[in-house]
């Protein structure tokens, strides 16, 4: 019997499976690097879609954060590797999400 190739489950911060590293500037203006996985971008955004069709794009992405928006900007990436079934299918959706989520007192923990 042959056998397939088995694919081995990666996920965000995975360095040993991955093929690009993100920069972002922390709170503290240091670069940080998550390790990531191109397939898993360009699956989900036009952005790094657009990114990695160019042939120089290299495999390291700078990006440019702010400080108060670098946990946003995390928490973007983490949301990228959900399960298909968990993932916000627009931006839309994820707007109402949060409208709901602030009609039910969810601001803060």
């Not at 360009?42 to 954060?65: L, R, T």
């Not at 946990?71 to 968990?86: A, I, S, T």
């Not at 916000?88 to 007192?105: P, R």
Request: with cysteine; net charge neutral; proline share 4%.
């Amino acid at each position: 019997m042959d056998k397939i190739g088995i694919v081995k489950p990666c996920g965000f911060g995975d360095e040993s499976t991955s093929d690009v590293v993100l920069c972002l500037r922390n709170c503290e203006g240091r670069p940080e690097f998550f390790y990531s996985h191109s397939f898993a971008l360009v699956s989900k955004s036009k952005f790094f879609a657009d990114w990695f069709s160019c042939p120089d794009f290299g495999k390291c992405v700078k990006i440019h954060c702010t400080e108060l928006n670098y946990d946003h900007h995390v928490n973007f990436l983490r949301l990228l590797y959900l399960p298909l079934d968990l993932q916000l299918d627009s931006v839309k959706s994820a707007i109402g999400i949060l409208k709901v989520s602030v009609a039910f007192s969810c601001q803060e923990r």
